[in-house]
């Protein structure tokens, strides 16, 4: 619950931003800041919970990749929305 509770913060860093603002936050040193904070916080509780459950973040992240190309391959669905 912690972990979904930091993500929470960092979305609403970008909450009411429209997309040109959020691809620039980094260029402003307060905003930036803060949203760096979240990230790590971010990146800690789920650093923690993969340990905790024994889980290689790594192995995972290549196994989802891995999985969402062949559910989506790029070139019959670049442009679309739909699900699968």
């Known amino acids: 619950m912690a972990l979904a509770g930091e993500v929470g913060e ?3 860093e970008f909450q ?3 997309p040109e603002q959020a691809a620039t936050v980094m260029d ?3 905003a930036g800041a803060r949203v760096r904070a979240e990230i790590g916080d971010v990146m800690i ?3 923690r919970l993969a340990d905790v459950l ?3 973040l790594t ?3 290549v196994a ?3 999985e969402v190309s062949v559910r989506y391959p790029a070139g019959e669905v ?3 929305a739909a699900k699968r």
Do not use: H
């Open 59 to 61: 192995e995972a992240a």
């Open 16 to 18: 009411w931003l429209t």
């Open 54 to 56: 024994g889980i290689d």
């Open 78 to 80: 670049r442009g679309s």
């Open 28 to 30: 402003d040193p307060e």
């Open 64 to 66: 989802k990749l891995a």
């Open 10 to 12: 960092l979305v609403a």
């Open 45 to 47: 509780y789920l650093t």
